[in-house]
């Protein structure tokens, strides 16, 4: 588990690049980043993107080597 805190003088998160890759982290899960610009999240284990937050101002999202497993629904199969 990673937990990052920033605060600007304003109260808001002031965190605008982000980088966890090479941790084992099986999670991406974590409270909303409205600043956030930049996330390296590159070779870790996620297996699902459950729980990824809100993140309206990322520009670059660094995720590959992942081994996330996709679930389709038999009705969604046209």
Known sequence: ??????KTKGGRSGLE???VAQN????LSMAS???LQVLAASK???STLKGFP???SLEELY???QR??????????I
Request: glycine letters at 0%; aromatic letters at 8%.
């Open 1 to 6: 588990m990673v937990r990052v805190e920033t």
């Open 44 to 46: 870790n284990k996620a």
């Open 54 to 56: 809100s993140l309206p």
């Open 33 to 35: 980043q409205p600043r």
């Open 17 to 19: 690049f982000l980088s």
């Open 63 to 65: 995720f590959y080597l």
């Open 68 to 77: 996330l497993i996709c679930t389709i629904m038999q009705d969604d199969m």
């Open 24 to 27: 084992k982290l099986k999670s």
